[in-house]
DNA sequence: CCCATAAAGTTAACGTGTTAAATAAATGCG
DNA sequence: CGCATTTATTTAACACGTTAACTTTATGGG
């Protein structure tokens, strides 16, 4: 009834790539938020004090990048986590057109504060799937990443 | 100056699951919007309409699960796409606390009309990763999400 | 030096993600 | 049968995703 005769049309949504990476981001992320939820921050407002804790002060285009989050949705993040304490924000005195957001001592404090929770989590995510196909599994998506970044319908000229 | 001393606290933020998932799909997904933009729905509108039109009249938990949506979302999109005319949602007789929600000739009309462009953005991307590769990343998302989905940290007890 | 153009961020508008609470219908038990 | 408890869905509130338009600052050519 919903196919037209013996051909596909699409492939099932069970083996479709996006849903299937959806669906896998969800499980993963179903085992971190309760410790997000515990520190009390939104897991983009995770990702970017972890890219601040590794990188230092960025400029808000870089961190934007790094963090995987979009121009418009960051400067609602850094607006709120320079309101509860967690970061610096400043204007670059050579090009005022950047903002330039660093970590405060309180927003190091949370991350460390979490540092043991987060890897009681990546520790039980390997022994269940197993850390060398975990790592296997990374090395696929970078490679798909970076295969499909190069070029796209909107580079093809 | 970011880490204490020698020892990483966290993994780079480049080899984290959640952030690998996330670019990967994000990669994915500029391939398919351009399509999405010309028919004029939603990525979210889009999968509720293929599940639809791969399963038939379904409840909305069912249809929640199957694409990968939450509930308070679903209902949103169900109200929209009810307007425009592409699905019809009606109470189940049996249990009137169901709702079902089907595809309309309209709805069938506008996935038809994108077949053609989907097969070929799958294609393109089959072509550049390899078909293999592609299938074994599948059923490594597959694996990964069924492993991290039988219990967690709220299944515990 | 002046202006057109580009670049970096922000604002705006609308749709979705996420959690908690509310509504409504079905179920089970005394 | 009557009511407390579940189940299915919706509503509410706030945060983020996405695209387009806008503001401000840099840059380059005349």
Do not use: C, N
């Not at 960051?74 to 950047?98: S, W």
Request: glycine letters at 6%.
């Amino acid at each position: 009834m919903s196919e037209d005769a013996d051909r596909q049309t699409f492939s099932p949504t069970r083996k479709s790539l996006p849903i299937m990476l959806l669906r896998a981001r969800e499980a993963v992320m179903f085992r971190i938020r309760p410790m997000l939820r515990q520190i009390g921050v939104t897991e983009q407002q995770w990702r970017v004090l972890r890219v601040l804790e590794e990188s230092g002060e960025l400029d808000v285009s870089t961190l934007a990048e790094r963090a995987a989050i979009l121009g418009p949705s960051l400067t609602r993040i850094l607006k709120t986590l320079r309101e509860v304490g967690y970061i610096d924000v400043r204007r670059d005195r050579d090009d005022r057109r950047r903002s330039l957001a660093s970590l405060t001592p309180a927003g190091a404090t949370l991350i460390a504060s979490a540092a043991d929770d987060s890897a009681a989590v990546f520790a039980a995510i390997h022994a269940e799937f197993g850390t060398e196909r975990t790592q296997a599994l990374l090395r696929e998506l970078d490679a798909l990443t970076e295969v499909l970044g190069e070029s796209g319908p909107d580079t093809a000229d």
